[in-house]
């Protein structure tokens, strides 16, 4: 593009790019539009050329805008945007060109297949009208960031969003937007959106994301603009309401091809062993998953006051599915909490956590306000699931075994289906028949079950011991086996306990 320059004179020294006195001002010339300057008014303007033609002659019509001098910046970014469309509308500008051709081409088609279906067919100009109004509509939408932004002060002003899980969708949106930089929210599409994410998502080593990955990171971005496209379209009219395009899109299915991964006896009687010797206050938490079932979440929220009677009451604060229930404890369990209290030397307090940690103090929470009381104490959640995290991940270091995720409520739901049968185990644990038979029944003998149920802490005398770090395993693994062939039958809940906890 070439360039005219413009002698300025004394009148303009408060432009900027202007030295004081005399100076050059560079203007953009261009054959769609170009900067002039206009001495009567002394300013610039935009001639912008219509593609139009004055009738009877070969004049084309030129359209101005003006800009003060001081914006002569903006104004040679308005002649470099409208030279841009017009080197994209190529040297016809203003007159019929081949896009156009092949959309009345297109229009005509559906004309006749209008006709032969008998329907009326719409005309050209209210097609092309609608379409260019939700062209401009996307245009007007906000920055893709900024709706972001407010979607994620929503959410935490509504509350009931656990800190992990606003870290997670977060950093995912948050990415999106960096890769949407500068784009509106109704700019992005269907096909633009999983591409992103196979890029933003694929692995280290560049293989692309795994389906489980690309559901959670299309299910954020489907809220997002779930959440936008609700609330942008409840303050239009329904001629001006939007199309959300991400309406269609789609997770890819996930296909489960393994077992449910369980503990065996020997894997068990391990970690009960390590966390026996080397982190006794650790040992609650631990049996009454591994015994009882319970979820990490329920099992970290609950306190020794919910021990009643020989069962855990969940309440419905705690449980998943917001239902509460009761869960029995089994023999072998009630064996290893009284024994903790042994190795402890006190009885827990009612209202001690199952697993200790340092929570806000009733009091403290008292005098806050309702909201931020609800934000301390999800806080303090988090940071108790990841100290039960840390502290079960250096038992693995220690034993050497690597659990597999969800092993202790897996082997629990699995033993107990064994013995029961399902209606039991699915009413013990508060899930359903069906998500039991898919995600959690694995493989085991009857024998092994009952095996299972019939791990033991290690007694001497009838009270409990602590031992050396070197027998541990074999001190747990032959009081096991000493006790549990025994009291085996006994040890597992009765098969009436479902009436009971329901």
């Known amino acids: 593009m070439s360039e005219k320059r413009v002698k300025i004179g004394k009148d303009f020294e408060h432009v900027p790019a202007v030295k004081a006195g005399r100076g050059w001002l560079g203007l953009e010339k261009g054959e769609a539009a170009t900067v002039c300057f206009d001495k009567k008014r002394k300013g610039l303007y935009l001639s912008i050329k219509t593609g139009e033609k004055y009738p009877g002659s070969n004049r084309e019509k030129l359209k101005r805008q003006h800009f003060p001098v001081e914006k002569y910046e903006a104004a040679n970014e308005a002649a470099r945007n409208a030279n841009r469309i017009g080197k994209q509308a190529g040297a016809g500008f203003g007159t019929i060109r081949k896009e156009e051709e092949t959309a009345l081409k297109l229009w005509r088609e559906y004309v006749m297949a209008s006709q032969m279906k008998g329907t009326p067919a719409r005309s050209f100009a209210e097609v092309v009208r609608e379409a260019i109004e939700r062209e401009r509509s996307k245009d007007e939408t906000p920055l893709l960031s900024d709706v972001i932004f407010n979607f994620i002060e929503a959410k935490d002003a509504t509350g009931g969003i656990s800190p992990a899980y606003r870290a997670r969708i977060k950093n995912r949106l948050e990415a999106i937007g960096r890769h949407f930089k500068g784009a509106r929210i109704g700019e992005v599409n269907e096909t633009q959106v999983k591409d992103a994410i196979l890029r933003l998502a694929q692995g280290k080593d560049g293989k692309p994301p795994a389906p489980k ?29 939007l199309t959300n395009p991400l309406e269609i899109l789609t997770a890819p299915k996930i296909s489960k091809t393994k077992e449910p991964e ?13 966390i026996w010797e080397n982190d006794l206050p650790l040992l609650p938490a631990v049996a009454v998953q591994m015994f009882c079932g319970v979820r990490n979440a329920e099992m970290l929220r609950l306190r020794w006051k919910d021990l009643k009677d020989g069962e855990f009451h969940l309440s419905c604060s705690i449980t998943k599915t917001k239902i509460a229930r009761a869960v ?57 699931s990841m100290a039960y995290a840390r502290a079960i991940l250096a038992a693995e270091k220690r034993t050497g075994f690597k659990k597999p995720k969800n092993a202790f409520r897996h082997t629990a739901v699995s033993c107990l289906a064994v013995i029961h049968g399902q209606n039991f185990a699915a009413d013990y644990c508060g899930h359903s028949i069906r998500t039991q038979g898919v995600n959690y029944r694995g493989l085991i003998s009857k024998t092994d079950a009952q095996d299972y149920f019939g791990i033991m802490p290690p007694v001497k005398d009838g009270k409990a011991i602590a031992f050396s770090r070197s027998r541990a395993k074999s001190t747990a693994k032959r009081a096991s086996e000493e006790q549990g062939e025994r009291e085996a039958a006994q040890s597992v809940p009765a098969a009436d306990s479902p009436a009971e906890s329901a």
């Open 213 to 241: 990955t690309q559901k959670h990171w299309i299910e954020a971005i489907k809220e997002l603009f779930n959440w936008f496209y609700t609330r942008e379209n409840a303050t239009r009219r329904a001629s001006e309401k």
């Open 262 to 274: 369980i503990l065996t006896i020997d894997e068990a009687r391990a970690i009960l062993a390590d």
């Open 328 to 384: 029995p404890v089994s023999e072998n369990l009630k064996a290893w909490l009284d024994a903790f209290a042994v190795a402890r030397g006190s009885v827990p307090a009612p209202n001690e956590l199952l697993f200790p940690f340092n929570d806000t103090p009733a009091r403290e929470l008292e005098t806050l306000s309702e909201s931020a009381r609800a934000a301390r104490i999800e806080a303090n959640y988090h940071a108790r």
